[in-house]
């Protein structure tokens, strides 16, 4: 999405003018991008009068177009600045810079990762070259313009206040291969920046190059199990961006470290939904068995993930055995010996449970058992996903484990994740989804752009039928529903049964219990999943049935543990509870099955709610969004960003 763009010319009309940093908080608000972040004011302010700067001591045209701030697709990622017209050869490329006001820095062993004063403390982060690197192949992946008419994104970073005397630190022999790919350039380097970007952008295009990428067709987002295969040889299918590349090379430097020293680590990677916690876990894995030959497994609390990922890798002739081996149950530790894995990766943490077995009589605790058994563990963790309650999985849970089993916990900051790469890359929809269903109040939720696809259905009917339209585009669109009907079907195939009966002639079978690949069966749109089936994958649509269980009552969102269906266990022991702690635990994981079911679509989010009054509450909600956006003049990019995801 271009939020400010224009020609150099327009661009040097608004930096003359001295109100750039005006001109671009204005535009992101009719974007409907509140900004309120006074440093990012200033460092438009400083930056880009700089690159006026770089712009205007060359040869470069006045048709050169730029953009600033260019939100890069299906993510929520933005790009500082972009150059682009053609080169000498009348070649069409586009020059990605990568801006920081930073003064110094300091070097690490990790590659790509350097340390750095930001967000008011030292912390680690990706190396600006490496985030103009990351950025440039991330567009370069979803833009099918980029790829169709062979434009060249070209990465760089330039920090025009760092100093000579601490270069050091950025050119350090880690960071060689990046800085090859992705040059830096400082303070007083303005003519080498100047005359690297002539090489690739002297004159402007005759079409708009910027608008056309903004227009071009989006390319699908991956799902982690469709590459799943490809990645486990080594395939570059994800590029990590920002605060997950940190994540990364902060989990290997432990685990190097570990087998250095024969020490014992415990790595706490914290990240909502879509945040790519799964890819990161995976990627990781890959890199483990592959590349440094560890005994390494990728351990998930959720059989479904499991299940589809064994039958993905049985499709690329992968051993079952070898496939089992990486992706176990975290219930299969209790017999470990201590340190048998070097590392166990764990996805999902926030879904351990104390007993293993399947009447939980084994073992002692999943979180003890697993620190136990590997010199690294790593655990990705979301605790706004905890929805039953045998869920023990908590950061302070685990911390305290570690401590007992004399593992030096690694967390905090540097390992959390926060862009979001589903849910058409909106971290505004997360906030708004948190708001609606009473999770917490998010001031960000006005953050929401409504580029994705959410609507409230009054017939339930039409809403399979919308979604059956998108399932069959690549059967990647599926119905759930909160746990408030009865499993009748479980052990019967008569078709003329059904679990679920709603109003306007709706019935539907849950998913059914023949197999354990429901999200990937080709035959099994017709039948509804539930948490256990959809929680640790994704779709392009999600149908999401709310059940009794959460209503609108008296002005707000209420739940009611009463409703649920006796089948359902992930209330066992607290139905009936009254205290404040069991009522509030109730509560949570109530809210929260429905905050996770609502995030497992890439493009858009289907919803009906037996509960009328919720429905209303719901597209009223929605409604009022859509009309600030309207009334900020920006309903025309909605409609177009909503269009281009659908040809996508």
Same mark, same amino acid.
């Given at each position: 999405?271009?939020?400010?763009?224009?020609?150099?010319?327009? %661009?040097?009309a608004d930096?003359?003018?001295r109100?750039?940093?005006?001109?671009? +908080?204005?535009?992101?608000?009719e974007h409907?991008?509140y900004?309120?972040n006074?440093?990012e004011?200033?460092?438009?302010e400083?930056?880009l009068?700089?690159?006026h700067?770089?712009?205007?001591?060359?040869? %470069?045209?006045?048709?050169v177009q730029?953009?600033v701030?260019y939100?890069i697709?299906q993510?929520?990622?933005?790009v500082?600045?972009l150059?682009?017209?053609e080169?000498?050869?009348?070649?069409k490329?586009?020059?990605?810079?990568?801006?920081?006001?930073?003064?110094?820095?300091?070097?690490?062993?990790?590659?790509g990762i350097?340390?750095?004063?930001?967000?008011?403390?030292?912390?680690?982060?990706a190396?600006p070259? &490496?985030?103009?690197?990351?950025?440039?192949?991330?567009?370069e992946n979803?833009?099918?313009?980029?790829q169709d008419?062979?434009?060249?994104?070209?990465?760089c970073?330039?920090?025009?206040?760092y100093?000579?005397s601490?270069?050091?630190?950025l050119?350090?022999?880690?960071?060689?291969e990046?800085?090859?790919?992705?040059?830096? %350039?400082?303070?007083?380097?303005?003519?080498k920046?100047?005359?690297?970007?002539?090489?690739?952008v002297?004159?402007?295009t005759?079409?708009?190059?910027?608008?056309?990428?903004d227009?071009?067709k989006?390319?699908p987002?991956?799902?982690l199990?469709?590459?799943?295969a490809d990645?486990? +040889?080594?395939?570059?299918?994800?590029?990590?961006?920002?605060e997950q590349k940190?994540?990364?090379?902060l989990i290997?430097?432990?685990?190097?470290?570990?087998?250095?020293?024969h020490?014992?680590?415990?790595?706490?990677?914290?990240g909502?939904p879509?945040?790519?916690?799964?890819v990161?876990?995976?990627?990781?894995l890959?890199?483990?068995?592959s590349?440094m030959?560890?005994n390494?497994? &990728?351990?998930? *609390?959720?059989?479904?993930?499991?299940?589809?990922?064994?039958?993905?890798?049985?499709?690329?002739?992968?051993?079952?055995? &070898?496939?089992?081996?990486l992706f176990?149950?975290?219930?299969?530790?209790t017999?470990s010996?201590?340190d048998d894995?070097?590392?166990?990766?764990?996805d999902?943490?926030h879904?351990?449970n104390e007993k293993?077995?399947?009447?939980?009589?084994?073992?002692?605790?999943?979180?003890?058992?697993i620190?136990?058994?590997?010199?690294?563990?790593v655990?990705?963790i979301?605790?706004?996903q905890?929805v039953?309650?045998?869920?023990?999985?908590?950061v302070?849970e685990?911390?305290?484990?570690?401590?007992?089993?004399?593992s030096?916990?690694?967390?905090?900051?540097?390992?959390?994740?926060?862009?979001?790469?589903?849910?058409?890359g909106?971290t505004?929809?997360?906030?708004?989804l948190?708001?609606l269903?009473g999770i917490?109040?998010?001031?960000?939720?006005?953050?929401?752009?409504?580029?994705f696809?959410?609507?409230?259905y009054?017939?339930?009917?039409?809403?399979?039928?919308?979604l059956?339209?998108a399932?069959r585009i690549?059967n990647?669109?599926?119905?759930?529903?909160?746990?408030c009907?009865?499993?009748?079907?479980?052990?019967?195939n008569?078709?003329?049964?059904?679990?679920?009966?709603?109003?306007?002639?709706?019935?539907?079978?849950?998913?059914?219990s023949?197999?354990?690949?429901?999200?990937?069966?080709?035959?099994?749109?017709n039948?509804?999943?539930?948490?256990?089936?959809?929680q640790?994958?994704?779709?392009d649509?999600?149908?999401?049935?709310?059940?009794?269980?959460?209503r609108?009552e008296?002005?707000?969102v209420?739940?009611?543990?009463? +409703?649920?269906?006796?089948?359902?266990?992930?209330?066992?022991?607290? *139905?009936?509870?009254?205290?404040?702690?069991s009522?509030?635990?109730?509560?949570?994981i109530?809210?929260n099955?429905y905050r996770t079911?609502?995030?497992?679509g890439?493009?858009g989010?289907?919803?009906y709610?037996?509960?009328?009054?919720?429905g209303?509450y719901?597209?009223?909600?929605?409604e009022?969004?859509?009309?600030q956006?309207?009334n900020?003049?920006?309903?025309?990019?909605?409609?177009?960003?909503?269009k281009v995801?659908?040809?996508?």
């Amino acid at each position: 999405m271009l939020v400010y763009s224009g020609s150099k010319k327009d %661009f040097d009309a608004d930096i003359e003018n001295r109100n750039i940093a005006d001109v671009i +908080k204005n535009c992101l608000f009719e974007h409907g991008i509140y900004d309120d972040n006074a440093s990012e004011y200033t460092a438009w302010e400083n930056s880009l009068v700089k690159m006026h700067e770089v712009l205007n001591g060359g040869s %470069f045209q006045d048709d050169v177009q730029v953009a600033v701030e260019y939100e890069i697709p299906q993510t929520s990622k933005r790009v500082d600045f972009l150059i682009a017209g053609e080169d000498d050869s009348d070649r069409k490329n586009v020059v990605v810079v990568e801006l920081k006001q930073w003064e110094e820095a300091h070097h690490t062993e990790c590659n790509g990762i350097i340390s750095a004063f930001t967000g008011n403390m030292l912390r680690s982060v990706a190396h600006p070259s &490496y985030q103009a690197y990351s950025y440039a192949k991330t567009i370069e992946n979803f833009c099918s313009t980029v790829q169709d008419e062979h434009i060249r994104m070209v990465p760089c970073a330039y920090l025009h206040n760092y100093r000579k005397s601490k270069l050091g630190e950025l050119t350090y022999p880690v960071y060689a291969e990046i800085l090859e790919d992705s040059p830096v %350039f400082i303070k007083n380097e303005e003519e080498k920046l100047r005359k690297f970007i002539a090489k690739y952008v002297r004159k402007g295009t005759k079409e708009n190059l910027l608008v056309s990428i903004d227009h071009g067709k989006i390319r699908p987002s991956k799902a982690l199990q469709d590459v799943l295969a490809d990645m486990m +040889k080594g395939s570059e299918e994800f590029t990590l961006i920002d605060e997950q590349k940190v994540a990364y090379e902060l989990i290997r430097e432990k685990i190097r470290d570990a087998l250095k020293d024969h020490g014992k680590y415990t790595v706490i990677v914290e990240g909502g939904p879509g945040t790519g916690k799964s890819v990161v876990a995976v990627k990781l894995l890959a890199e483990l068995i592959s590349v440094m030959k560890l005994n390494a497994c &990728y351990a998930t *609390k959720n059989s479904a993930p499991r299940e589809v990922y064994f039958n993905k890798l049985r499709q690329d002739r992968c051993r079952l055995n &070898y496939v089992k081996n990486l992706f176990k149950s975290t219930g299969v530790f209790t017999d470990s010996e201590p340190d048998d894995f070097d590392c166990i990766i764990v996805d999902e943490a926030h879904r351990l449970n104390e007993k293993s077995g399947m009447y939980r009589n084994k073992g002692e605790n999943q979180i003890k058992e697993i620190i136990n058994a590997s010199r690294v563990s790593v655990f990705f963790i979301d605790e706004d996903q905890v929805v039953t309650s045998r869920d023990i999985g908590s950061v302070q849970e685990i911390k305290k484990w570690a401590a007992l089993c004399g593992s030096r916990v690694i967390a905090g900051e540097d390992l959390h994740l926060t862009s979001q790469f589903r849910c058409n890359g909106s971290t505004g929809y997360i906030a708004f989804l948190d708001d609606l269903l009473g999770i917490r109040k998010t001031a960000n939720a006005r953050e929401f752009d409504m580029d994705f696809d959410i609507r409230v259905y009054d017939d339930p009917v039409k809403m399979r039928e919308d979604l059956r339209d998108a399932n069959r585009i690549n059967n990647k669109a599926r119905m759930v529903a909160g746990y408030c009907y009865d499993w009748i079907t479980k052990e019967s195939n008569d078709a003329t049964v059904n679990d679920i009966e709603l109003p306007g002639g709706f019935k539907a079978q849950w998913n059914f219990s023949n197999t354990k690949t429901w999200a990937i069966d080709a035959d099994s749109f017709n039948q509804v999943g539930c948490i256990h089936t959809s929680q640790g994958l994704e779709f392009d649509y999600i149908g999401v049935i709310i059940g009794k269980d959460l209503r609108y009552e008296n002005r707000k969102v209420i739940t009611d543990a009463s +409703k649920r269906s006796k089948n359902d266990r992930s209330l066992d022991g607290l *139905k009936k509870k009254t205290d404040p702690d069991s009522v509030a635990k109730t509560d949570r994981i109530i809210r929260n099955t429905y905050r996770t079911l609502m995030t497992r679509g890439q493009k858009g989010c289907y919803i009906y709610c037996e509960d009328t009054e919720l429905g209303k509450y719901m597209r009223m909600r929605i409604e009022q969004r859509q009309k600030q956006l309207k009334n900020s003049g920006y309903e025309n990019i909605i409609n177009q960003k909503l269009k281009v995801a659908e040809d996508g």
